[in-house]
């Protein structure tokens, strides 16, 4: 089991110090290394007392990153390592309190909650044994890891447990939408089928027979190309209307749409929508609108209240979205993606407005002319 954690932590090697999701926090937590410092402020330290902490602190950072990277095995021995680190120093240094804080908050990457809770619990008491025979120092050294590793260690293994459960929900989300995407392919495959196939295969009959009649009987032949045309065009129509239907599914079903993908959010929607007419373009932009707008609540907003409304202001289709989020501060300036990017230039090409404001949460704003054209 040791050779292969080594093995493990040699495969490390080639990553990200910490990985990207993390951000710049865990570079900021290396600072409590400062804590082995302190006796210094009273004593004056030994030259090999120097070099030995730096010896230490030079093997220390590479079990504090690889902690981040490791699982099962190699994680219980990175977190014996810095229990070592802790027990080896806590005779002549008090400071070293910090090693089994780091142990603690290292507990959070075991996966099995129980199993990290009594981790972090072993290592207070193991603590707690290391500070029993510290002479004088043991009160000094104990309180840091009672109260800040304690707490350090149990919020981090909730914070894991709400991480895991936040990835495995956007894990399954992508799953959904990938097997949404097949059975749309799925679909669109049948219909094309159904429309084409049949309309296809009475093209080639006639075409064959219209050969055959060509020399034969010229009056046959010209009306078996009459049929053919004729059967062209309707398959090309009804294509027509295929693809149109796929492009447009209009903003009653986006609404159905928007109103159970919030829901399943956990984000409440507050719906008006006044009963009027819609032109088939105007229909279609304020679906995709509407669509990218509720993606990017779902997505990025960290908000549990939508307020929508549709209504003809003026001679204007005005379509408004907005969300209680917290993401954004008062005065932030919204940087349209690539969704915001194609929403507008969909809106301009109509004549239209897209207005976006930071209220208690980011507020869309659509207006298209009530006679834009299809």
């Known amino acids: 089991m040791l050779i292969n954690s080594l093995q493990r932590l040699r495969q490390l090697a080639g990553r990200p110090w910490i990985p990207p999701r993390r951000g710049k926090a865990p570079y900021l ?3 409590m ?7 210094y402020m009273v004593v004056a330290p030994t030259w090999i007392e120097i070099g030995l902490l730096a010896a230490t602190a ?14 099962g095995s190699a ?13 080896v120093w806590a005779p002549f240094n008090f400071g070293a309190s910090t090693f089994f804080i780091f142990a603690c908050a290292m507990a ?9 809770y009594c981790t972090v619990l072993a290592i207070v008491a193991l603590a707690v044994a290391t500070a029993w025979r510290l002479p004088g120092a043991g009160f000094n050294f104990l309180v840091p890891v009672l109260i800040v590793g304690t707490t350090l260690g149990f919020s981090g293994v909730m914070e894991a447990q709400l991480r895991r ?5 956007l894990r399954k989300q992508e799953e959904v939408e990938q097997m949404a995407t097949i059975a749309e392919r799925e679909r669109i495959s049948r219909d094309l089928h159904d429309l084409l196939g049949h309309t296809l295969s009475l093209i080639t009959l006639k075409a064959e027979l219209a050969g055959k009649l060509f020399e034969r009987d010229p009056d046959a032949c010209r009306r078996e190309i009459g049929d053919i045309e004729h059967s062209a065009r309707a398959a090309l129509s ?7 239907g796929y492009r447009q599914t209009g903003f009653a079903h986006e609404l159905t749409g928007a109103r159970a993908s919030l829901a399943a959010a956990g984000i409440a929607l507050r719906a008006e929508v006044q009963a009027f007419a819609l032109p088939p373009a105007c229909e279609n932009v304020m679906s995709l609108a509407l669509r990218e707008a509720v993606t990017n609540i779902v997505r990025h907003a960290g908000a549990t209240e939508c307020a929508l409304s549709l209504a003809l202001e003026d001679g204007m289709i005005v379509l408004r979205v907005a969300d209680n989020g917290a993401r954004l501060a008062d005065g932030a300036a919204v940087r349209p993606g690539n969704g915001l990017t194609g929403m507008q230039e969909r809106i301009a090409a109509l004549g239209g407005k897209l207005a976006l404001r930071v209220e208690r949460g980011l507020a869309l704003e659509l207006r298209l002319p009530a006679g834009a054209a299809a």
């Not at 994680?75 to 027990?87: D, R, W």
């Not at 009804?238 to 149109?244: F, L, M, P, Q, Y």
């Open 75 to 87: 994680q219980a021995l990175v977190i014996a390592l810095t229990c070592l680190f802790g027990v």
């Open 29 to 31: 937590w290396l600072l």
């Open 33 to 39: 290394l400062s804590f082995l410092f302190w006796k």
């Open 165 to 169: 459960s936040r990835d495995q929900l």
């Open 238 to 244: 009804e294509v027509r209307s295929a693809v149109s």
């Open 108 to 116: 959070a990457a075991i996966k099995t909650p129980r199993n990290a």
């Open 58 to 71: 030079l093997l220390f950072v590479p079990v504090y990153f690889a902690s981040y990277w490791c699982l």
